[in-house]
């Protein structure tokens, strides 16, 4: 930083123009956005080496994951249908199955009875009713997903 004027490194961007505007009583918002769509740009244009290599290492990561998400998922699959089967919920050291039986969610439209529900007690026919089915959520142990 040099007084008031920072440079911000590898692209030389000055921002104080940006300074001078967060200085003033008043924000002018166009100049706000224009300076990040500024800001976006430069950060674009100096990244575009490492968002190529980004995407080739992507692409070669989910080639070699492939076989292995296939796995998983034959293996979710075995966990979902065995916990659907018994209707109840699993746990061991590696993760956890939690069986949700089938309900129903109640809600209301709240815009259609807005100001209505106080004096009006026939507001059930505004009540909608939406069926929740049965549903398996899968957690495992230690690996963060």
């Given at each position: 930083?040099?007084?008031?004027?920072?440079?911000?490194?590898?692209?030389?961007f000055?921002?104080?123009?940006?300074?001078a505007?967060?200085a003033?009583?008043?924000i002018?918002?166009?100049?706000?956005?224009?300076?990040?769509?500024?800001?976006k740009?430069?950060?674009?244009e100096?990244?575009?080496?490492?968002?190529?290599?980004i995407?080739?290492?992507?692409?070669?990561?989910?080639?070699?994951?492939?076989?292995?998400?296939?796995?998983?998922?034959?293996?979710?699959k075995?966990?979902?249908n065995a916990?659907?089967?018994?209707?109840?919920?699993?746990?061991?050291?590696?993760?956890?199955?939690?069986?949700?039986r089938?309900?129903?969610?109640?809600?209301?439209?709240n815009?259609?009875?807005?100001?209505?529900?106080a004096?009006?007690p026939?507001?059930?026919?505004?009540?909608?009713?939406?069926?929740?089915?049965?549903?398996?959520?899968?957690?495992?142990e230690?690996d963060?997903q």
């Amino acid at each position: 930083m040099t007084g008031n004027k920072v440079i911000i490194p590898e692209s030389g961007f000055d921002t104080s123009q940006v300074d001078a505007l967060a200085a003033a009583d008043t924000i002018d918002l166009e100049a706000e956005f224009a300076t990040i769509q500024t800001l976006k740009r430069s950060l674009s244009e100096h990244t575009k080496c490492i968002d190529y290599e980004i995407k080739k290492l992507a692409a070669y990561r989910a080639s070699i994951a492939q076989p292995y998400d296939e796995a998983i998922e034959f293996h979710t699959k075995n966990i979902e249908n065995a916990v659907l089967q018994d209707a109840k919920s699993f746990k061991c050291d590696y993760g956890k199955a939690t069986y949700r039986r089938e309900s129903e969610r109640t809600s209301w439209d709240n815009k259609a009875l807005l100001g209505y529900a106080a004096a009006h007690p026939e507001i059930e026919q505004f009540r909608k009713v939406t069926p929740v089915k049965t549903a398996v959520m899968i957690s495992f142990e230690g690996d963060g997903q």
